[in-house]
């Protein structure tokens, strides 16, 4: 990964599996030896972005059978490099699994670490010029954003019909975030958002 946000539930950090494209043909190979009926996959990380070989993988599987792909993204790089997005979506991916937390960069802070909503804005706009759809991914921590909902549903709709929709994901206590047991006012559920 790219980063090493706070609230990272993969901790990412401490172990790197990068499959060569082999490995990666056995894995898709698997999901469809498996399922009867599949169409869609994730493509996630870390951060999947930081791989030289992103637009092979996506290109394999589509032409292995997949009909939507997805990139689960941090949006950096997509952001910095409208060519490689372009690359993308010419390899066969069909939205953007953005993670998005929020209008103001104290969000970020909190949950990523640094400074990012100018960043998450210009991969929005970037996928806007491309063509390819975005959903936005906000994780949701009680006294931190539990309050910008309204606010991301609003924008989500501002920026339609880039924007497809939203996936909002309760923060998990687990990973790199927090070391101990959260209270209770610090829990939040998909019922409560």
């Known amino acids: 990964c790219n980063m090493n946000c706070p ?20 894995m898709y190979a698997a999901v469809i030896n498996k399922n009867t009926s599949f169409s ?8 999947p972005t930081v791989r030289g070989d992103l637009p092979k993988i996506i290109r394999l599987g589509k032409k292995m ?8 993204t941090n949006g950096l790089r997509i952001a910095e490099d409208l060519n490689y997005l372009q690359q993308l979506k010419d390899s066969g991916a069909d939205l953007i699994y953005l993670q998005f937390d929020g209008l103001n960069d104290d969000i970020y802070q909190a949950l990523r670490g640094k400074k990012m909503l100018d960043t998450k804005l210009q991969a929005i706009k970037n996928c806007r010029v491309v063509n390819i759809g975005v959903l936005l991914v906000p994780t949701i921590v009680p006294g931190v954003n539990f309050s910008e909902i309204g606010p991301i549903i609003n924008f989500a709709r501002e920026q339609m019909p880039v924007v497809k929709g939203i996936h909002f994901q309760p923060v998990s206590y687990f990973g790199r975030f927090p070391l101990s047991s959260p209270q ?4 939040v559920t998909l019922a409560d958002i």
Request: aromatic share 8%; charged share 35%.
């Open 7 to 26: 609230v990272c539930f993969a901790d990412s950090a401490k172990e790197v599996f990068e499959p060569d494209i082999n490995k990666i043909r056995e």
């Open 184 to 187: 209770d006012e610090d829990r």
């Open 65 to 72: 059978g997949f009909e939507h792909i997805q990139v689960n």
């Open 40 to 47: 869609s996959v994730q493509i996630s990380g870390g951060e």
